[in-house]
């Protein structure tokens, strides 16, 4: 699977060689027109999109795309989607491209193109470090807490070991009144995006709850790996941004990264376990 994505990744970036001074032009005109490269990202809105989009041209989106953005003399625009609007979003032209969205559904994958992150992205109960919670099937007859419009609240009714057995679902709008939810004991659990969690959670101060501490049941609601996509017929765009993405994976620069903010455990074994050179 590594040889594959290796080669699957390998000939977008050649192909740029090939397409860059016959294709691009139409991208890059269509990306100035639009005063720069709008890239869409999956997030909720919890904690300021951190880790993903940190200060715009920080974090896990926000680094890759504006270096991507400056290969056409341009800026990267930012803009927050939901898991469930951002391909409508992309197939429509509001957004030029999605960075870190989970893979698109069957359906749509002939209208899109691909760029595989390296990175993985899991939705998990969070509880907090002297919980007796150890397996999903504790949760039966708890008080479980979920970010609203986030990918756990709708992985939560898909997992058939919750169906039943919760004592209540409580809605909240961010990660940071979850967290204090569980430091109070106004809930038992919470359903979380794991990389939102992780981040939000090092810097949590606690208010008047005070410190606390945070850990995970170990077997997620789910999972999957991050991607980059634009539309099918943006091919020359899609091999740019191979070619950039690739390159920070290879120097060491994705890695770096998702350990600045906490995040090694996104990173996938050919990006953590393998030498920089070989990433991804």
Same mark, same amino acid.
């Given at each position: 699977?590594?040889?594959?994505?290796?080669?699957?990744?390998?000939?977008?970036?050649?192909?740029?060689?090939?397409?860059?001074?016959?294709?691009?032009?139409?991208?890059?005109?269509? !990306?100035?027109?639009?005063?720069? $490269?709008? %890239?869409?990202?999956?997030?909720?809105?919890?904690?300021?999109?951190?880790?993903f989009v940190i200060e715009k041209a920080d974090g896990l989106t926000g680094e890759p795309a504006s270096k991507t953005a400056d290969s056409f003399g341009t800026n990267a625009i930012f803009t927050r989607v939901s898991t469930s609007e951002a391909y409508d979003k992309l197939l429509f032209g509001s957004v030029?491209?999605?960075?870190?969205?989970?893979?698109?559904?069957?359906?749509?994958?002939?209208?899109? @193109?691909? %760029?595989e992150t390296g990175l993985y992205y @899991?939705?998990?109960?969070?509880?907090?470090?002297?919980?007796?919670?150890? @397996?999903l099937a504790d949760i039966k007859g708890k008080k479980l807490a979920v970010v609203s419009g986030s990918d756990a609240q709708t992985e939560l009714h898909k997992a058939s070991v919750m169906e039943g057995s919760l004592k209540q679902i409580? %809605?909240?709008?961010?990660?940071?009144?979850?967290?204090?939810? $569980? =430091?109070?004991?106004?809930?038992?659990?919470? =359903?979380?995006?794991?990389?939102?969690?992780?981040?939000?959670?090092?810097?949590?101060?606690? *208010?008047?709850?005070?410190?606390?501490?945070?850990?995970?049941?170990?077997?997620?609601?789910?999972?999957?790996s991050l991607v980059i996509v634009t539309r099918a017929d943006d091919a020359d765009l899609c091999s740019i941004i191979a070619e950039k993405y690739v390159g920070m994976a290879q120097d060491g620069k994705i890695r770096e !990264?998702?350990?600045?903010? *906490?995040?090694? @455990?996104?990173?996938?074994?050919?990006?953590?376990?393998?030498?920089?050179?070989e990433s991804i």
């Open positions: 699977m590594f040889q594959k994505t290796v080669a699957l990744i390998a000939a977008a970036a050649v192909a740029i060689s090939a397409c860059a001074s016959c294709s691009s032009d139409s991208a890059v005109r269509r !990306i100035k027109q639009n005063g720069g $490269l709008r %890239v869409g990202y999956c997030s909720c809105g919890a904690d300021q999109d951190a880790p030029d491209c999605l960075w870190n969205c989970p893979p698109p559904s069957k359906e749509l994958v002939s209208s899109l @193109r691909t %760029v @899991r939705q998990v109960i969070m509880i907090t470090k002297d919980s007796k919670i150890e @397996r409580i %809605v909240f709008d961010t990660i940071q009144q979850i967290l204090e939810a $569980l =430091a109070s004991g106004k809930v038992h659990c919470a =359903a979380v995006d794991e990389p939102q969690a992780v981040y939000a959670a090092a810097n949590f101060s606690g *208010g008047d709850q005070g410190k606390a501490e945070f850990k995970f049941v170990e077997t997620p609601i789910a999972e999957c !990264i998702c350990e600045k903010y *906490g995040m090694e @455990r996104l990173l996938t074994s050919s990006i953590k376990d393998n030498p920089a050179e």
